[in-house]
């Protein structure tokens, strides 16, 4: 039995560039932290505007609609990170964009979750 020596023929640089991870995945999953952040803003606001969204995001009566809101944020975050990594997967992204990009949405997020804030709209 006689076994053959297979010669790769591909450069370091072409080895080095497949071993590389690509930045896709790492956006995707600061985005939709951000995304996750900003919905449960626009839950907490809503919620003071519409009476009829606080009464839907009332899951669990202890709770009252902190439920909802939260929940509701929580999936918004795993769609939007399932979906964003599906499509930037493999690919390279500007993790700088990204990152201001993050930084922005909790940043809307935060606000809207602030009491001054919602309750200006009361």
Known sequence: M???AIR?????????DEAIATTGPAAAAMISGGVG??????MTTGAVISEGLKEVLNWWNPAGPLSGK???GVIAWLISWFLLHTIWKGKESDLNKAFIVTLVLVGLGL????????????
């Not at 790769?8 to 080095?16: K, M, S």
């Not at 606000?111 to 009361?122: G, H």
């Open 70 to 72: 939260t929940s509701v």
């Open 37 to 42: 952040t900003l919905v449960i803003g626009l």
């Open 2 to 4: 006689t076994t053959t």
């Open 8 to 16: 790769d023929t591909r450069t370091v640089t072409e080895v080095q």
């Open 111 to 122: 606000i809207l979750t602030f009491p001054p804030v919602f309750e200006a709209f009361e």
